[in-house]
Each structure stands twice: as structure tokens, then as C-alpha cells.
């Protein structure tokens, strides 16, 4: 009977380890199922925030369906438009629903290079008001079918992405600019990214909003921008109004407003660099889930590991790694032309080469060659706020001619944040 005791008890303390094990095992299992049924729902979630659209056969037998490098080794160029569309959350003043506003408008158009080593960012500027040759072009029908259009002369940049819309097909709007933009720069673009209202303002407000010094006090109705002079942090709303004031705001002129649009952009970068976001799992789903939503993308450069590699990628790069720069231009009338320097900027690009864009004596934009350039510009000096005496009223087409060349740039300069030496403007001390 002892025997049989120890025996029993031998198996007991054998086994009790075993046991343990296995628990510790399941448990280990479990939390691994968790966190993966978890990070699969976030990738879910981000990825269905984005509305994917293939446009290669839009843009032409010769141009291949292009997915980007996420991790370096090869350069990107790749236009990001903000649509002025009143649909949804993106319908701000109602303009959408009381029939006020409709259709659709690239009320900026950035073409944005990603340097291959990463090393830097440019981000170039188009005026709205430059007169270009937009391409016939191919659009998708609520069919399933296509129709083309006619090849325009002469019509300003921002009619290419109303042309390409007008079936009301964002895709459309936005393959028909890239072929207008490659038709005028030579470079092949890797996509698109179109932003509207909605996406912009939450993107901001997830960052905590951005904090901006501004000289004088600046309220603009049309837009709803009403800020005081000096330190303020703006949230969504505001900064969306910055980033649209444009009518009673200096000379009132699209080149104007693209001064004040690269530093708000130049801000929340610095916001988004300074505070780690980038590299920071968390902090990068959260910005990503923000800026996703209600995003239209060309295949590839929407997929979220894409977004999420050159995140990762420029992760190492600070908001001065960022050259901000406006396309070289002259005056065309109460409009804007293609500056001939503007080679200088489609070749360092396609060259992946810095350059410089530096302000005229007349207010216009003039680019430096690479050679006479040590080093990219990635202090914002080489950016251009200055007006060009003219503007588009509202979404219409109809354009003013508001005066000479030097009133325009001086009315501009006053109502741009830091055209004079601005104190140090953080979330710490902004109002």
C-alpha cells in the first residue's frame, strides 16, 4: 500500500509541471491569436478607408501600372490634389446640399518627389491659375463604359481635374490631371492621392492641430477663417479655412494663398516629424486612420503597407528634410503661364536632383539649376508667397485683375505668417 502511495505521489509532482506548461503555452497561443485577429482588424479598417481605383488604362497604352518602392532605392513622383467636392463631411457650408457648389475642382495641385535614399521631400506648387494644354482624355462612365473627351487649349491647370470629373468619377478627374501634368513636365508619375475636406480636417485634429504665428489678425467669410495676430493653434476647421482663404486676404490671388498653404503644410510636418508620429505604431495608426478616410488613391500607392513602408522610410528625416517650392511662372493677363525655368525644376526631378526656387524682382518664381545649387533649399526660403495680381473667383472660372505686380506681392507678403521674423510659435505657447 505505501508503495502504491509513493507511486501515486511520484505522478502527481510529474505531471503538475507538465500541466503548467501547457497552460503557459495556450496562454502564449491566445495572446498571439489576439494580437493578430487585432492588427488584422486595423489593417482592415485602414485599408477599407481608402477607395483604390487602377487607372492605368485612362492615362494610355504606354504607361504601365506603377507600384512604388516603399523602402528607398527608387524615387516616386506622385500628385496629391485636394478636391473641392461638396460630398458628405466634405460638404463644410452646405454649399453641396443647397446646390451652391457642384461637380468638382482641384483646388490644389501639388507634385510631390520622394528623393530614392529618402533623403529628402519636394513638394512643387502648381498655380491654379496657370494656363495649360490639357490632353483629350478617358473617363469612366456609371455604366461600366468609357467616353473621351476633347484636347483643350490654353485653360487653366485646374479645368483638367473638373474635365476628367465630369461624369463624376473621381478616378477620372484625377487620371485626366496626371496626363495633363506629365504632358507638361516629361515625368512619368508613379499616382495620385486626392484629399478632400473632411480627411484634411481630421488628419489635423488627430495631430492635436497646428500652431502658427500670424503678424496681424486674419478673417476671411468665405471660408470661415477668423484668426487673432500671434501665436494660435489652429484646429481642423480653421486650418482648412487658411489653407481656402483666399478672397479677402491680401491681393486676393491663388499664388497668395499657396504661400499660406505651404506653411500651414510646412507646420503640421514639422508637427508630425518633431513628435515621432512616423515611427511610433500607435501614433501612425491613428494619423493614418484620420488621414485615410475618405482618401482616393491609384492602385498601389494606396495599399497600407505601401503608406506604411514610406512612413517608416522618411521616418529619419526632420520638416526642414521638406523643399517647398511654387512651379516657376509669369504673368499671362489677369493669369499665370509655365515659367521657362520651370525645365530646371521637371529636370532636377526626373533627375533626382535638388534645385531652388527662389522670388523675382516682378513677384515671380524663377528656378535655380542643380549646379548653382550646393545643397537642396530645406528651409523655405526658396519658396514663393507672392501674388500674381490675379485670381479665380470661387469655382467658376471668372478671374479679376487685381493691380501691378508690386502691390500684388506687398498685399500678399502682409497677410502671409511669417513674412517678417516670427517668434517661436509651439502648441506649448499658442493660444
Known amino acids: 500500500m505505501a508503495e502504491l502511495e509513493r507511486t501515486?505521489?511520484?505522478?502527481?509532482?510529474?505531471?503538475?509541471?507538465?500541466?503548467?506548461?501547457?497552460?503557459?503555452?495556450?496562454?502564449?497561443?491566445?495572446?498571439?491569436?489576439?494580437?493578430?485577429?487585432?492588427?488584422?482588424?486595423?489593417?482592415?479598417?485602414?485599408?477599407?478607408?481608402?477607395?483604390?481605383?487602377?487607372?492605368?488604362?485612362?492615362?494610355?497604352?504606354?504607361?504601365?501600372?506603377?507600384?512604388?518602392?516603399?523602402?528607398?532605392?527608387?524615387?516616386?513622383?506622385?500628385?496629391?490634389?485636394g478636391s473641392d467636392t461638396r460630398n458628405g463631411d466634405s460638404d463644410i457650408d452646405n454649399a453641396g446640399a443647397n446646390g451652391e457648389v457642384s461637380g468638382m475642382r482641384a483646388?490644389?495641385?501639388?507634385?510631390?518627389?520622394?528623393?530614392?535614399?529618402?533623403?529628402?521631400?519636394?513638394?512643387?506648387?502648381?498655380?491654379?491659375?496657370?494656363l495649360v494644354d490639357i490632353p483629350s482624355c478617358t473617363l469612366r462612365t456609371s455604366d461600366g463604359k468609357t467616353q473621351t473627351?476633347?484636347?483643350?487649349?490654353?485653360?487653366?491647370?485646374?479645368?483638367?481635374?473638373?474635365?476628367?470629373?465630369?461624369?463624376?468619377?473621381?478616378?477620372?478627374?484625377?487620371?485626366?490631371?496626371?496626363?495633363?501634368?506629365?504632358?507638361?513636365t516629361g515625368i512619368s508619375l508613379d499616382g495620385y492621392v486626392v484629399v478632400d475636406f473632411a480627411s484634411f480636417m481630421k488628419t489635423v485634429d488627430i495631430i492635436g492641430g497646428v500652431p502658427m504665428y500670424?503678424?496681424?489678425?486674419?478673417?476671411?467669410?468665405?471660408?470661415?477663417?477668423?484668426?487673432?495676430?500671434?501665436?494660435?493653434?489652429?484646429?481642423?476647421?480653421?486650418?482648412?479655412?487658411?489653407?481656402?482663404?483666399?478672397?479677402?486676404?491680401?491681393?486676393?490671388?491663388?499664388?497668395?494663398?499657396?504661400?499660406?498653404?505651404?506653411?500651414?503644410?510646412?507646420?503640421?510636418?514639422?508637427e508630425i516629424f518633431s513628435s515621432g508620429t512616423l515611427s511610433q505604431p500607435t501614433k501612425l495608426y491613428q494619423v493614418l486612420d484620420a488621414t485615410t478616410q475618405s482618401l482616393q488613391t491609384s492602385t498601389g500607392l494606396g495599399n497600407i503597407s505601401t503608406l506604411a513602408g514610406l512612413a517608416q522610410s522618411v521616418s529619419g528625416l526632420s520638416a526642414d528634410s521638406i523643399n517647398f517650392a511654387t512651379m516657376p511662372w509669369v504673368y499671362s493677363g489677369n493669369r499665370v503661364k509655365v515659367g521657362d525655368s520651370a525645365s530646371i525644376v521637371w529636370n532636377a526631378l526626373a533627375n533626382d536632383e535638388p534645385f531652388t526656387v527662389t522670388t523675382a524682382d516682378d513677384g515671380t518664381a524663377v528656378a535655380q539649376p542643380p549646379a548653382a545649387t550646393p545643397s537642396a533649399d530645406t528651409s523655405g526660403s526658396g519658396t514663393t508667397s507672392n501674388a500674381a495680381g490675379s485670381s479665380t473667383s470661387g469655382g467658376s472660372g471668372a478671374s479679376r485683375s487685381t493691380g501691378s505686380a508690386t502691390a500684388g506681392a506687398a498685399a500678399s507678403a502682409e497677410a502671409s505668417p511669417s513674412a517678417q521674423t516670427t517668434p517661436q510659435c509651439t502648441k506649448e505657447n499658442a493660444k
Open 149 to 184: 473627351t476633347s484636347a483643350y487649349k490654353n485653360q487653366m491647370i485646374n479645368a483638367a481635374f473638373a474635365i476628367g470629373g465630369s461624369t463624376g468619377d473621381v478616378p477620372s478627374a484625377a487620371a485626366c490631371t496626371m496626363k495633363t501634368m506629365e504632358q507638361l
Open 214 to 270: 500670424f503678424p496681424t489678425a486674419l478673417k476671411d467669410s468665405y471660408s470661415g477663417l477668423d484668426v487673432a495676430a500671434g501665436c494660435d493653434l489652429l484646429d481642423g476647421t480653421q486650418a482648412l479655412a487658411l489653407a481656402r482663404a483666399r478672397k479677402s486676404i491680401g491681393d486676393g490671388s491663388d499664388i497668395g494663398r499657396i504661400g499660406r498653404q505651404q506653411e500651414l503644410l510646412r507646420s503640421a510636418a514639422n
Open 8 to 81: 501515486a505521489a511520484h505522478i502527481s509532482k510529474q505531471r503538475h509541471p507538465r500541466r503548467w506548461w501547457r497552460v503557459l503555452l495556450l496562454a502564449v497561443l491566445a495572446i498571439i491569436l489576439v494580437m493578430g485577429w487585432t492588427v488584422g482588424l486595423a489593417y482592415a479598417r485602414l485599408q477599407s478607408n481608402i477607395d483604390q481605383t487602377d487607372v492605368t488604362s485612362l492615362l494610355g497604352k504606354n504607361h504601365e501600372a506603377s507600384y512604388p518602392d516603399k523602402w528607398g532605392g527608387q524615387a516616386l513622383n506622385f500628385l496629391v490634389l
Open 107 to 130: 483646388d490644389t495641385t501639388i507634385l510631390v518627389h520622394i528623393a530614392k535614399d529618402r533623403s529628402r521631400i519636394d513638394a512643387v506648387s502648381i498655380p491654379r491659375d496657370t
